[in-house]
């Protein structure tokens, strides 16, 4: 039973226009979102989080809105660059008050220039 | 700082064969975490680490699986025998003390059993 769900296995953008990644949960006990990006042959990469006492938290050119209601999150990155193309993970914790992480499938995101 | 390092990056082994994977996290965290990411999917926890106690190992197939962190700091992961379904890639993380701090990620050990 996947508890993080990400239906688009992939993405592609062009340069300068936004990017909106999509993540749904099923357990309602999830309070703490996050979003990783993942690069070939290394580890995933902290991007932004989000708890669930907020709707959208924003960094730079990345911002994260939850839908509790829906359980539904989306990441949105303006302007995309080619840097940004990469493999991108939905996470979710807080099930009966762990860190424990429960990750999607992830999107792979590509820019192109 | 220096972020967490994992070794070996690569390893391959026949199955049946033992294997372990070493992880030095960020200094100062006291959570730490080994994750099996499968192709294709996304991280799958198999052990928590606070300090040197095991907050959490309902993942962890403990006829074949085996994990320490002695001195809380560094921690080892071993598989004794090894089978072909545990090709993945092993992935250590730890996070600063706190509720809800992101967790830092190592580069992983790509395991290929044969």
């Known amino acids: 039973d996947q508890q993080v769900k990400q239906n688009s296995p992939s993405l592609s953008v062009q340069e300068g226009r936004i990017s909106i990644l999509n993540c749904d949960y099923t357990?309602?006990?999830?309070?703490?979102f996050l979003w990783y990006k993942k690069y070939p042959a290394e580890g995933p990469t902290f991007l932004i989080s989000i708890s669930s006492i907020k709707d959208k938290n924003e960094d730079g050119r990345f911002t994260v809105f939850l839908n509790k209601s829906a359980k539904h999150l989306s990441l949105h990155i303006v302007p995309s660059q080619p840097g940004d193309s990469a493999v991108y993970f939905c996470?979710?914790?807080?099930?009966?008050?762990?860190?424990?992480?429960?990750f999607g499938k992830g999107t792979k995101l590509t820019v192109n220039p | 700082e220096a972020g967490v390092a994992q070794s070996p990056r690569y390893k391959i082994i026949e199955k049946r064969q033992s294997v372990a994977f070493w992880c030095n996290p960020i200094?100062?965290?006291?959570?730490l975490y080994w994750y099996q990411q499968i192709l294709g999917q996304g991280p799958k926890l198999l052990i928590q680490?606070?300090?040197?106690?095991?907050?959490?190992d309902s993942q962890l197939p403990k006829d074949r699986f085996s994990a320490e962190r002695l001195k809380g700091v560094d921690s080892t992961l071993k598989i004794q025998p090894a089978k072909l379904e545990d090709s993945a890639v092993y992935l250590c993380?730890?996070?600063?003390?706190?509720?809800?701090?992101?967790?830092?990620f190592g580069d992983g050990t790509r395991l290929s059993i044969l």
């Open positions: 993380a730890s996070s600063p003390p706190g509720v809800h701090q992101p967790q830092h």
């Open positions: 200094s100062g965290h006291a959570t």
């Open positions: 996470a979710a914790s807080g099930q009966g008050g762990s860190e424990k992480l429960v």
């Open positions: 357990n309602s006990m999830f309070d703490y």
């Open positions: 680490f606070q300090n040197n106690g095991v907050v959490d």
